[in-house]
């Protein structure tokens, strides 16, 4: 390809890249510190908050606490995401016992999977100074304290989910707006919440169980990144909650 000819490319994609704005979303990325902070804090790992009656979530096929993999307070979220989610914490736990392989044993990387815990809960004023704080159990990654989300870009959806769309909203695309398609669709890797899932194998958004409709991604959460721990090779994990039945959260992943 000549110099003029890229450039010629670059424009192209810029002028597509306008064209599907209205699908163009923001996305966060979180900002931590090395502590655990409070008990209602939004954290990767540490000590979730728990009501005063409730003891260490435990999975079930091995009888071991799960790993906290992370807690959003939603009072902590941008203000553009403030009223999608609910109010309250959301919670992630996740079996990641090697030595009895539930990950492959409850298919972990399906949502509604047996050892994976996702949650919503209203911490009580009363209980939040003087409930249980849980003592974090061995072996538990270190934690990480959200102290805040940086806007750090926008998202356009993966082509795969973007057609259906422009479909649905009567936008045709040129034959060559088709080909450049694949470069302007991008969706970043690594944790974040808002814009659009990094799919790895294709759209994989689950349904609700009450009601059927499409989840919406709550936070992309990816290997390695903000967490010590990989999803099969390389792996990439969505958490997903119905846009009506807020208490409805599913966690799966997939790799390549
Ligand atoms: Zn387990
Ligand atoms: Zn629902």
Known sequence: MTELEAEGNDTEAAELKARLSQWSRPYWKPETLDEDGPLTASKFSGRPWLSPDEVWPICPNCEQPLQLFVQLNTQDLPSELQNNFGTGLIQL???TNTESSCEDDCDAYFPFSESVL????????????D?????????HFPPKRITGWEQ?????????????LLKAAGLK???????????VTDSAAGDKI??????VQGVEYPECPDCGKTM??????DSE????????????????????????LAFGWACG
Do not use: N
């Open 216 to 221: 919406q991604m709550v936070m992309q959460i």
């Open 173 to 183: 695309l040129s034959e060559r707006e088709d080909e450049l398609l694949w470069e």
């Open 194 to 199: 808002g814009g659009w899932p990094m799919w």
């Open 152 to 164: 750090a870009g926008t998202d356009l959806p993966a082509s795969d989910e973007l057609r259906p």
């Open 93 to 95: 736990f996740y079996c």
């Open 131 to 139: 409930g249980v704080v849980p003592s974090v159990p061995d072996q």
């Open 225 to 248: 990144d903000h967490l010590p721990y990989m999803f099969g090779d390389v792996g990439c994990g969505h958490l997903t909650q119905c846009p009506t039945h807020k208490d409805q």
């Open 118 to 129: 996702a949650r919503r809960v209203e911490p009580h004023a009363d209980s939040v100074g």
